[in-house]
């Protein structure tokens, strides 16, 4: 499905057809070692499920690029075991497909630089794609000279439909604007995290502050992607 022209969604990617690049953001790797240091016991199913849904996704497009979009990592003043280990671990997945791998920095991977160094990976605070730029959220771009589009993650978006006492969450893609240019907000694709409901939950980027939420497009991803409106429409459901 296209979510503007020339960007289509591809399951929790993005996938710019003519430049044949993925987009990704906020796997949070060592998200299961943080829990488990807090006693909370997850299996560690994360990077397995990454890896496949990321296999697939490129089997079907067959991209020349990836740029991971911020929040490679979970912890933010340390380093995990687990964090080496499966950050290497993509890098070289990545590397047998034959992409070349570009890291956006996100506001988790202050710490980012010491592991993706050991496979000569290079970390940038943005990407730039003709009038397409990706940034991770957390902060305002520092110039949007000739961006028509811009791309980031960071804030996690979902929404959660009711149905009588059941309530089930659901991962989205937003589109909307964010002075005068598209703003499309990428969903988490860590396995693990829900996201936040944007229907009720504060918002986290300072891009999304500063827009007018209800007027975004949600686009849901289940097991396949669906147009559900505007966030005001879906308010009154």
Known sequence: MEIISGVEIKDLALYIKADKTLIIGDLQLGYEESLHKKGVLVPKFQFKDTISR???????????KIIINGDVK??????????????LHLIDFLREKSLEIVFVKG????????????????ITPFARIRDILIIHGHEIPES????????????HPAISLRDGSRVETFKCFLKGEWKRKNLIVQPSFNPLAEGSDVLSEKLLSPLLADSNIDNFEVFVVADKTRYFGTVAKLRQV
């Open 54 to 64: 990321l296999q697939k996704i490129i089997k079907e497009n067959k991209p020349d």
């Open 74 to 87: 979970h912890e933010f003043g340390t380093i995990s075991e687990q964090e080496w280990r499966e950050i």
């Open 107 to 122: 506001n988790h991977d202050k710490i980012l630089e010491p592991i993706v160094k050991k496979r000569n990976v290079k």
């Open 144 to 155: 949007t000279r000739g961006v028509k589009t811009i791309i980031i993650g960071h804030e």
